[in-house]
């Protein structure tokens, strides 16, 4: 009874089997290992995870380590038990009519005996009792019939006394069996704890592994919501445009219904009046007799042929008979080309619009590798303390003393990268921390090194952004001196600088989330450009990464031209 309760025990709740390589969760639970992985799986779609057995849930998933104590024992229960090993199947060799099972076997006899005939069996020491066996010959050595007693360590073997005195493994180095088997029992005891150790770190890779997958799967699924989100809003943005473009064009088409409209009502009630001076004078004119016709009254309705012409005329510009209908073209023409400009104007507005949605697709998912943008000692004015990787420029009161050098900043604290472009697309991303003043962008080589043209943006060899604590977290870009005040609000310290040199485009984007365009430049470039910076107060972080090679080649180069 108390070993079938220990088998209860011992079952895992999930296949109802003893417990095979057991697991315990942190509520304290014991499952099998493919059992409680396999439950853990079929959770995954929920994110929550919780114990089979008390339905505690876990924030993520748990961790699977082996309960070495549970698995031994699982391992000593499977084992035979003392009383249980006497029980072996094997009969003894002297109970012929009523077979008892055998508790030893001697080696000299080569028999097996039972409790009974182990008592008057011969004590002598040639006599050698082992655990019952039915291949009692191959303990014996084949040559002298005798037990093996020795292991040769030379040969490799199991020899008798005779063997060791007479035979072949004469003066060989030897060790009783039993002490030889113990040693290698040590060895393989070593393996077996080498291969647990191996089996154990090979199953915290595989954990490892999964929970690298687990978060890839999701990374990959938060990078499908936001392009399932960003196209979302792309299309509400260009559903919202067309709406507005054709509500604007109905808005205009009522406009001009209603004035030919009122043109048309106008012109009827002139044909009307023209229609009645028409019958009147039809009348007087089929008149017999002269004098009704002489005495009839001049009325200020009557009108000129010249006069009714000019009025002609002027029917014709409203839109009026045949012989001014080459004006009424012309009025048609000019109509036509108001038509035509403000469709130029809303295919213009559409396009500005649209490209502005795609430049920020290509800020949020650009396809390129970002640029490993590196410092460059020998322009850095004396202000800046430049890190050891070129990659952080820190204001600092305390002057650098830093060689005179043509191409260092004099006036402001600046410093120009050590790459320059002269094709292609490269973007790099920028941090700002604790900076009251900061400006980002690209200058050419030209740019003037002291003076008040010197700072980025006050030039036309320079593009720039910039910000900081003093502008109440307000950015603004500038060129040749002139600034625009950017609309947005600023949230966040970190930026990047998108360049496509062919298109002539230098852009801006706040890294928030979503990323957020702020502002392009467009000109036709004419010289290469290198990555400039400004900072007072606080530093200016720069991350991105060319090759391991092109990094160690631009650092040595830097660091060559700074000890020049």
């Known amino acids: 009874m108390a070993s079938a309760g220990l088998r209860n025990d011992l079952e895992c709740s999930i296949c109802l089997s003893l417990y095979t390589d057991p697991i315990t969760l942190r509520c304290g639970h014991n499952f099998c290992l493919d059992c409680i992985g396999q439950f853990l799986n079929t959770q995954e779609e929920s994110g929550v995870y919780s114990c089979p057995e008390c339905r505690e849930e876990f924030l993520d998933r748990p961790a699977l380590k082996r309960n070495i104590t549970l698995c031994k024992v699982v391992e000593n229960f499977l084992s035979p038990l003392p009383s249980q090993k006497k029980i072996t199947g094997i009969c003894c060799t002297y109970c012929i009519h009523s077979p008892a099972p055998a508790v030893k076997s001697c080696l000299n006899c080569e028999a097996s005996l039972c409790d009974q005939h ?8 040639e006599h050698v009792l ?7 010959g191959n303990k014996k050595c084949s040559v002298h019939k005798k037990i093996l007693e020795y292991y040769c360590i030379e040969d490799d073997a199991c ?3 005779s063997c060791s005195l007479f035979g072949e493994h ?3 180095k030897l060790h009783p069996v039993y002490k030889a088997s113990e040693k290698k029992k040590e060895k393989l005891r070593n393996v077996l704890q080498y291969l647990i150790t191996k089996r154990e770190e090979t199953e915290e890779k595989v954990q490892n592994l999964e929970e690298h997958w687990r978060k890839a799967e999701e990374k990959a699924s938060g990078e499908a919501e936001r392009v399932t989100a960003l196209f979302i809003d792309i299309r509400r943005r260009v559903d919202d445009l067309e709406k507005k473009v054709l509500s604007e064009i109905s808005r205009r088409e009522e406009q001009v ?4 409209s009122d043109l048309i009502q106008k012109l009827e009630i002139k044909k009307d009046e023209l229609s009645r001076k028409m019958r009147y004078i039809e009348e007087l004119c089929n008149m017999t007799d002269p004098l009704t016709v002489l005495r009839e009254p001049d009325k200020g309705d009557f009108c000129d042929p010249e006069e009714e012409g000019g009025d002609e005329d002027t029917g014709g510009h409203d839109g009026g008979d045949e012989d001014t209908g080459g004006h009424d ?3 048609e023409d000019t109509g036509g080309h108001d038509g035509g400009d403000r469709g130029a104007e809303w295919t213009s507005h559409i396009s500005r619009t649209l490209s502005a949605m795609i430049r920020d697709i290509h800020g949020t998912f650009s396809v390129q590798d970002p640029a490993d943008i590196l410092l460059d000692l020998n322009t850095a004015d004396n202000s800046l303390l430049i890190s050891d990787d070129l990659k952080t420029a820190t204001w600092t009161l305390i002057t650098q003393n830093f060689p005179e050098t043509e191409e260092r900043f ?3 604290s ?11 697309r490269h973007y790099w991303d920028v941090e700002i921390s604790g900076s009251r003043c900061w400006s980002v962008g690209m200058c050419y080589p030209s740019i003037d090194r002291c003076g008040p043209k010197s700072y980025i943006g006050d030039n036309n060899k320079s593009w720039c952004l910039y910000g900081g604590l003093a502008y109440n977290n307000q950015c603004s870009v500038k060129y040749y001196g002139k600034t625009f005040q950017l609309p947005h609000q600023i949230s966040s310290d970190k930026f990047r600088i998108y360049l496509d040199y062919e298109a002539g485009q230098l852009s801006f984007y706040e890294l928030c989330d979503p990323i957020r365009h702020l502002h392009t430049f467009t000109a036709a470039f004419s010289e290469p450009l290198h990555a400039a910076f400004y900072v007072f107060g606080g530093c200016l972080d720069i991350s991105g990464g060319f090759t391991a090679v092109r990094n160690n080649q631009a650092r040595k180069k830097s660091a060559q031209r700074f000890r020049n």
């Not at 182990?118 to 020491?125: D, F, G, M, N, P």
């Not at 600046?414 to 292609?424: A, D, H, L, R």
Request: aromatic content about 8%; proline content about 2%; charged content about 15%.
């Open 118 to 125: 182990l008592r008057v069996h011969s004590k002598e020491a």
């Open 130 to 136: 082992t655990d019952p066996s039915t291949s009692l």
């Open 159 to 161: 020899i008798c006394v």
């Open 170 to 172: 004469r003066g060989h």
């Open 257 to 260: 219904s209603l004035s030919f």
């Open 329 to 331: 073209g012309g009025d």
């Open 410 to 412: 004099q006036s402001y």
């Open 414 to 424: 600046q410093v120009m990268s050590n790459n320059e472009f002269s094709c292609g």
